[in-house]
């Protein structure tokens, strides 16, 4: 499907969705309800804004656009500012706009996610176990955890972007 807009001085013509390779969901059904229970288990008794802004970046960092579209718009109706969203990619430039403890999820998320850097530096996890009761802690390590593994089906089997809306189910 190819997308058009029209102004009064040029027309743009947006490049073609790209055709999803797969719909694992409906040919991995207990899979996908497996991961749907995990994802709200991991969420219970994290702040749903921090939540949001962790699976944002753990998207951002894997390129998973379906996730992205959903965790910006799912924020938004959150209530985050487009300010504090459009910075994440940033953070570490604009750690004015987090506070501590954000920035210490921030920061764990980023080594979490991408472990091709080697593994957790004690450092990042002794700031995120500053902020976070051990409970909470083990809430947010399963909350990062859990949107890498659906970063993986989003960009393997190539989820398109675009057409979620807060609330839908997957």
């Given at each position: 499907m190819t997308t058009t807009e029209e102004s009064t001085t040029t027309t743009v013509t947006y490049a073609s969705e790209p055709t999803p390779r797969l719909d694992w969901a409906a040919l991995a059904p207990d899979v996908f309800k497996a991961m749907i229970r995990l994802d709200a288990a991991a969420g219970r008794g994290l702040d749903p804004v921090l939540r949001e802004l962790v699976k944002i970046r753990a998207s951002q960092l894997n390129h998973c656009a379906f996730c992205l579209d959903m965790h910006t718009?799912?924020?938004?109706?959150?209530?985050?500012?487009v300010e504090r969203i459009v910075q994440l990619s940033a953070w570490e430039e604009s750690r004015h706009f987090y506070t501590e403890r954000e920035l210490a999820a921030l920061e764990l998320t980023e080594a979490v996610t991408v472990l091709t850097d080697g593994?957790?530096?004690?450092?990042?996890y002794e700031r995120a176990a500053a902020h976070f009761e051990e409970a909470e802690l083990a809430q947010l390590?399963?909350?990062?955890?859990v949107i890498n593994a659906w970063n993986r089906f989003g960009v393997t089997c190539r989820r398109t972007p675009g057409h979620y809306q807060p609330g839908q189910h997957l």
């Amino acid at each position: 499907m190819t997308t058009t807009e029209e102004s009064t001085t040029t027309t743009v013509t947006y490049a073609s969705e790209p055709t999803p390779r797969l719909d694992w969901a409906a040919l991995a059904p207990d899979v996908f309800k497996a991961m749907i229970r995990l994802d709200a288990a991991a969420g219970r008794g994290l702040d749903p804004v921090l939540r949001e802004l962790v699976k944002i970046r753990a998207s951002q960092l894997n390129h998973c656009a379906f996730c992205l579209d959903m965790h910006t718009k799912d924020a938004l109706a959150a209530g985050e500012s487009v300010e504090r969203i459009v910075q994440l990619s940033a953070w570490e430039e604009s750690r004015h706009f987090y506070t501590e403890r954000e920035l210490a999820a921030l920061e764990l998320t980023e080594a979490v996610t991408v472990l091709t850097d080697g593994f957790v530096p004690d450092e990042v996890y002794e700031r995120a176990a500053a902020h976070f009761e051990e409970a909470e802690l083990a809430q947010l390590i399963a909350a990062i955890s859990v949107i890498n593994a659906w970063n993986r089906f989003g960009v393997t089997c190539r989820r398109t972007p675009g057409h979620y809306q807060p609330g839908q189910h997957l």
